[in-house]
């Protein structure tokens, strides 16, 4: 972990396994860092979306897929509010794509949400892996 220097804004990284119970050690430690740094709203928003997207990359990247598959959690505090990426091993079979879900569907919420709660995100992919972020400003 680090943070900048100066002011309450920092960046943080954290390496997780691939792994269902990185979702709330992503959520607790993301919670621990930005507490009494944003907004509870923003707070709140932030920490569902990082589960979102944390689930996303151990159920459908390599990185949940093979053993000793890792997720890297990147949150940054900006003046504006939080910047999150979560780098992940990729997949040679699915790319993240935002879609709105049936209403009686269990699943595929988790994009879409991120679409709808943040104010920007978007994704990458290439031959080392991929990466969704999104950005969730102080209103």
């Known amino acids: 972990m680090r943070a900048s220097p100066g002011g309450p ?7 997780l396994p691939g792994a269902e119970r990185s979702v709330p050690a992503a959520r607790e430690w993301a919670r621990g860092l930005l ?3 944003v907004a509870a709203p923003v707070l709140d928003d932030v920490l569902l979306l990082l589960s979102e997207v944390v689930t996303d990359a151990v159920a459908h990247s390599d990185s ?23 780098v992940d091993a990729g997949s040679a079979v699915s790319t993240p794509a935002a879609r ?27 031959a080392a892996g991929g990466s969704v972020w999104f950005r969730v400003d102080e209103r």
């Open 100 to 126: 709105v879900p049936e209403a009686d569907e269990d699943s595929g919420r988790g994009l879409w949400l991120v679409d709808l709660l943040s104010v920007a995100w978007g994704s990458h992919h290439d």
């Open 35 to 37: 507490a009494g740094q």
């Open 9 to 15: 804004y920092g960046a943080w990284r954290r390496e």
């Open 64 to 86: 949940g897929r093979t053993a000793g598959g890792r997720v890297v959690v990147w949150p940054v505090r900006t003046p504006d509010g939080v910047h999150v990426e979560v």
